[in-house]
């Protein structure tokens, strides 16, 4: 199961940091991803990490702004987004091995 939290709404500029808490069969979970969801736009990826070695990959219209790490100890992954932008407005969704999703959480940047 995986759980997000930390949405909410931010004013452009501000940051936000998402949580997502993994449930059930952790130790099996190779990788854990963000996508994300615009109002009448395709689901995308925001960033990745593999859960062995912490390898990260960002898209790049978040490159250099969000940060995707990992607690280990607390199954957590964690998005840290800074100089957010209203186009970063969308539901927002963990991801484990590209097959399993939370429910999403939203975030409004103004």
């Known amino acids: 199961q995986l759980v997000e939290s930390g949405g909410g709404s931010a004013q452009a500029g501000g940051s936000m940091r998402l949580d997502c808490a993994v449930s059930?069969?952790?130790?099996?979970?190779?990788?854990l991803a963000w996508f994300r969801q615009a109002p009448r736009k395709e689901r995308e990826g925001v960033a990745s990490?593999?859960?062995?070695?912490?390898?990260?990959y960002y898209f790049d219209s978040v490159k250099g702004r969000f940060t995707i790490s990992q607690d280990d100890a607390k199954n957590t992954v964690y998005l840290q987004m800074n100089n957010l932008k209203p186009e970063d407005t969308a539901v927002y969704y963990c991801?484990?091995?590209?097959?399993?999703w939370g429910l999403g959480t939203q975030v409004t940047v103004s």
């Open positions: 991801v484990a091995d590209l097959n399993r």
């Open positions: 990490i593999s859960t062995g070695g912490g390898l990260t």
């Open positions: 059930g069969d952790t130790a099996s979970v190779y990788s």
